[in-house]
C-alpha cells in the first residue's frame, strides 16, 4: 500500500453516496436539515465521513445547493476537521488507573489525542479492536457542556457522535442515553447533531425517535476496486480480493490489505475464521478446545470481526456446494472448499441454519460474556449442525 496515500492530511471525497449528497446538501442550503439525523449502515460504509461532509455544508457561509464552497477558511479548517464548531466524539478506550472523579477529564484527553492521529491519517481501515473503547456518561456530559457556548466562528455548532451503539453498558447506557435525549430534545438554535451507528437497533428507541434516521447502504464492489486502485494505487489482483471481502465497505476493504508490511486486522480475522472453520469440521472437539484456549484473557468485544468473518466462510462453502462460485468472496480458498466436499456431505440447509448460532454468539458478546465460552459453544453448535447431529 501506499503509504503517501493513506495519510492524507485532509479527508478525500466521498466514494458511492452521490444521491444522498445531493439531497443532504440542498436541505442544508435551503435550511431545511433537521437539527438531529441518525447515519446507520454497516462498518466502513462512510457513516462519519458522510456526517463531517455535513458538518462541512452547515458550517461554510458560501454553501450552495450541491455543497461546501471548498475555498473558504471554514471549509479549509472543516477538511482537517480543524473547525471551532465542529465537535467530533467516538469511542476510545477507558484510562487505565483513572479515579472516577478525573475519568472525565482523562476520556477528553485520550479523545483529543485520537483526533490528532485521525487528522494525520482520514483514511483508516476498519478495525479490529484489541481492547474495550466506548462512549461514557462523562463524555456526554462534557459534549452537554459544549453544546451550550457560543459558536467561536459562525451562527451554528455541529457536534458528530460517532459510533453511539458503543455507549458503554457498564457505564449505565440509560444514563448516558437520557443525557443525549435532553440536548436531543432542546437543542439551542443554530445546534446540529449527526450521530451514526452500525446496528439501529443497538441505539434506544427514545434516541431513534429524536432523529431522522438515513440507511447508509454499502457501495458496489466496482467502485471499491476502482477506489483502492486509482486512489491507492493497489494491484488489480488485491484490489478485487479487498473488493470482494469488503462488504461495499471501502474502511472495511483497507483492513485487508499488507500496511507497512503488517497484516491488515481484518485479515488476520479472516484467517483465524478459518481456523474456526477447520476445527468445525472436525469429527471430534479437540481443535475446538485448542482454538479456544487461545483465546484466553481476550476481550469478548474484539470477536465481531472473526465471527463476521467465519459467517462469511460459511456461506462461501454453501455457494460452492450449490456450484455458484462466481459469488464466493474469499477467492483464495477454493482448494481449501473442494477439499472439504470431497470428504464431506454436507447439505447446504445445514450451514444456512448454522448462522443462528452467530447471531447468537454475537448477542453474548455484546453482553460481555467470555470469549472462550463464547466460542467454544458456537464452534460446538456449528460442528453438531453440519454433522447432522443437531436437532
Known amino acids: 500500500m501506499a503509504n503517501s496515500l493513506m495519510k492524507s492530511t485532509t479527508m478525500h471525497p466521498l466514494i458511492g453516496h452521490d444521491q444522498l449528497q445531493t439531497s443532504l446538501g440542498r436541505a442544508c442550503h435551503l435550511g431545511n436539515l433537521p437539527s ?36 473558504c477558511k471554514s471549509c479549509r479548517l ?19 488507573n483513572t479515579r472516577p472523579s478525573n475519568l472525565g477529564a482523562a476520556l477528553e484527553t485520550a479523545r ?38 457560543r459558536p467561536s466562528m ?34 439551542p438554535s443554530g445546534t446540529f447533531f449527526l450521530i451514526t451507528c452500525d446496528i439501529l437497533r443497538r441505539l434506544p428507541a427514545t434516541i431513534i425517535s429524536r432523529t431522522i434516521p438515513i440507511h447508509l447502504a454499502g457501495i458496489p464492489t466496482s467502485e471499491v476496486k476502482n477506489f483502492l486502485m486509482e486512489n491507492l494505487e493497489i494491484e488489480e489482483k488485491k484490489a478485487d480480493k479487498s473488493a470482494r471481502l ?38 471430534n472437539r479437540t481443535l475446538i ?5 487461545k483465546l484466553a484473557g481476550t476481550s469478548s468485544r474484539t470477536l465481531g470481526p472473526v465471527i463476521d468473518s467465519l459467517g462469511d466462510a460459511l456461506r462461501d462453502l454453501a455457494l460452492f456446494i450449490l456450484g455458484d462460485q462466481d459469488k464466493i468472496v474469499n477467492t483464495d480458498t477454493i482448494r481449501f472448499l473442494e477439499g472439504v466436499c470431497s ?21 453474548q458478546m455484546d453482553s460481555n460474556v467470555n470469549a472462550q465460552l463464547i466460542i467454544t459453544n458456537l464452534l460446538i453448535n456449528v460442528q453438531e449442525k453440519l454433522s447432522g447431529r443437531s436437532k
Open 78 to 96: 472543516s477538511l482537517k476537521v480543524g473547525h471551532p464548531d465542529l465537535h467530533w466524539f467516538f469511542p476510545v478506550s477507558r484510562p487505565k
Open 343 to 363: 470428504k464431506r456431505n454436507i447439505h447446504p440447509r445445514s450451514i444456512t441454519e448454522s448462522f443462528g448460532y452467530l447471531d447468537q454468539a454475537k448477542e
Open 246 to 283: 469488503s462488504r461495499g465497505s471501502i474502511g472495511r476493504s483497507l483492513g485487508f490489505l499488507t500496511e507497512d508490511e503488517n497484516e491488515g486486522t481484518l485479515e488476520f480475522a479472516r484467517q483465524k475464521s478459518f481456523h474456526l472453520l477447520r476445527a468445525c469440521l472436525q469429527t
Open 154 to 187: 459562525g451562527s451554528s455548532q455541529v457536534f458528530i457522535l460517532g459510533d453511539a451503539q458503543a455507549m458503554i453498558s457498564r457505564d449505565s447506557t440509560s444514563e448516558a442515553a437520557n443525557a443525549l435525549l435532553k440536548i436531543l430534545e432542546e437543542p
Open 289 to 293: 478446545y485448542q482454538e479456544s484456549i
Open 112 to 149: 483529543q489525542d485520537s483526533l490528532i492521529r485521525k487528522r494525520k491519517n482520514f483514511l483508516r481501515p476498519t478495525s479490529a479492536y484489541t481492547e474495550i473503547q466506548g462512549i461514557y456518561l462523562a463524555t456526554i456530559k462534557h459534549l452537554r457542556n459544549q453544546v451550550y457556548k
Open 36 to 71: 438531529g439525523v441518525l447515519l446507520h449502515g454497516g462498518p466502513g460504509v462512510g457513516k462519519q465521513h458522510l456526517a463531517l461532509w455535513i458538518a462541512q455544508v452547515l458550517l461554510c457561509p458560501h454553501k450552495t445547493p450541491s455543497g461546501p464552497c471548498m475555498v
